[in-house]
């Protein structure tokens, strides 16, 4: 007995993506080398949604996604820093005025909690955390039928760039 195949089966033949850059700080003292040390990149990340067929004309409205990402990003990440949630930094810097994203934290603000699980704001792990911001604004928004997050991509530097898949 065979099952007649859904959107989220079909092959995914339309797609857009949404690039943004951001200015933002991050330290990983977990690694050995200069990137134990706080210091800041010019990020930019590429967000694309994929679909089987159009809707409307579309895969989802450009300017919603977007203006959400885009906001989402500048509320929580341009001009701050990213930082482990057990970093000393984490408290200190807020204590100072300073702009904080904890990634992992066990008592996350409400824009933390798509960092859940990610211990450290690695290239890698900044793609993921945008790709779990992307599809929850996805959720909220009208897409075609079978509308999905197919990939992120962050880079960090000229030479440094991560992919996350959902």
């Known amino acids: 007995m065979s099952t007649a195949p859904t959107a989220q089966d079909a092959p995914l033949r339309h797609g857009v993506t949404v690039r943004h850059n951001f200015e933002t700080a991050h330290r990983l003292p977990h690694l050995s080398g200069k ?10 990340a590429e967000v694309s949604v994929a679909a089987p067929e159009l809707s409307a004309g579309t895969v989802v409205e ?8 885009r906001a989402w990003i500048d509320a929580n990440l341009d001009h701050g820093a990213m930082l482990g949630a057990d970093d000393p930094l ?3 810097l807020p204590d100072l005025g300073s702009r904080v994203y904890r990634f992992g934290a066990a008592d996350p603000a409400p824009a933390e909690r798509f960092a859940a699980g ?3 704001p ?3 792990a900044v793609a993921e955390l945008l790709g779990r911001v992307a599809a929850d604004l996805l959720g909220s928004l009208d897409t075609a039928p079978g509308a ?10 000229h030479v440094n760039r991560a992919e996350w898949t959902g």
């Open 35 to 44: 990137c134990e040390n706080l210091h800041g990149h010019s990020w930019w």
């Open 62 to 69: 450009f300017g919603a996604f977007k203006s959400g990402l």
């Open 90 to 92: 984490a408290k200190a």
């Open 118 to 120: 990610l211990p450290y």
């Open 122 to 124: 690695t290239v890698e």
């Open 148 to 157: 999905r997050l197919r990939s992120v991509h962050v880079q960090e530097t």
